[in-house]
């Protein structure tokens, strides 16, 4: 049975999730994580969410798998992820995140 990541909707194949990381569980309300709504995002997406947004940012507006679909900071990332079969892939964090920290 196969995996679809809930951001770039592609599917994971079963012989890929041998890998116990690549699908993973992303807290919609980061740093509330005993009361957050989870979704399964690829391990590219979930890297990619966290190096672009900081978690006050994703508590306050990207609390939802539609508002990051919607996240205009994550439109060309989707649109090349969408492209490729990669799970591991380089990211780095946006010096936007980092000021932020």
């Known amino acids: 049975m196969s995996t679809v990541c809930a951001l770039c909707r592609r599917r994971i194949p079963t012989e890929r999730l041998a890998d116990p990381q690549a699908v993973q569980e992303h807290h919609l309300r980061p740093e509330r994580r005993a009361e957050s709504a989870t979704v399964m995002l690829c391990r590219p ?57």
């Open 45 to 101: 997406c979930h890297k990619q969410v966290h190096a672009l947004f900081t978690n006050e940012e994703l508590r306050e507006g990207f609390d939802t798998a539609e508002k990051l679909r919607e996240a205009d900071r994550l439109a060309d990332y989707r649109e090349w992820i969408r492209g490729t079969e990669h799970l591991n892939i380089d990211v780095d964090t946006s010096q936007h995140v980092r000021n932020r920290r």
